[in-house]
């Protein structure tokens, strides 16, 4: 799995003045919690940047004091203004504790429904697992090529070994829809029998 490594600078001063001090020199606090103990760091804002701008789930090495923690993206928070990144909060891994995390899902296969003319519409693009650090992976692989026409197929379909998944087993992530063409196509075929 892709790592990022960030290096940041352990925080002294809490509170919004230092934290709005801290914004304006281009530094972005950050805390690191869910280990043996809440970390309050601080780290420029382009160190951040291929973590927080990527659809790929990726795990952050955050060097602080000397010390590394391997963490994942908890929460972020942006300035509503100007969009830039305001807040990062991380969760350290720690190996006999489960975390729960969002992966992305990736479709993989051509499905028959689209070679039969159907258009695929994707309605879920990740999903809420909760597993031990060892079994996160980059993504959820899911093979869509037996998907027919008017066909969907949902989160309980998904099969993943090691991971229990949150999402409510009912929804839709996928489906094949038909065209407006085919269905003018099948009402013709149909009159044509007449």
Known sequence: MKTITIEGQLRTE?????????????????VIYGGAKEISFTATAAAFKPLVYTGEFQVAEVKVDGQ?????????????VSDSL???????????KKVIATLPLRL????AGVKAGGKLIVKMKALKVKTLP??????IEMDITNLDLN?????????????????SPRIPIASIVMTRQLKQEEAEAAKGKK
Do not use: W
């Open 68 to 80: 590394s923690y391997k963490c994942i993206l908890k929460d972020l928070q942006f300035d509503k």
């Open 134 to 139: 060892k079994f996160l992976k980059e993504s």
């Open 108 to 111: 993989t296969g051509a499905p």
């Open 86 to 96: 305001n807040h990062v909060d991380l969760l350290e891994l720690v190996e006999d």
């Open 14 to 30: 809490l509170g919004k003045k230092a934290a709005r001090q801290l914004r304006s020199e281009g530094k972005v606090p950050g």
């Open 151 to 167: 066909e969907n197929v949902r989160v309980e379909d998904v099969k993943v070994e090691n991971m229990e998944i949150l999402n």
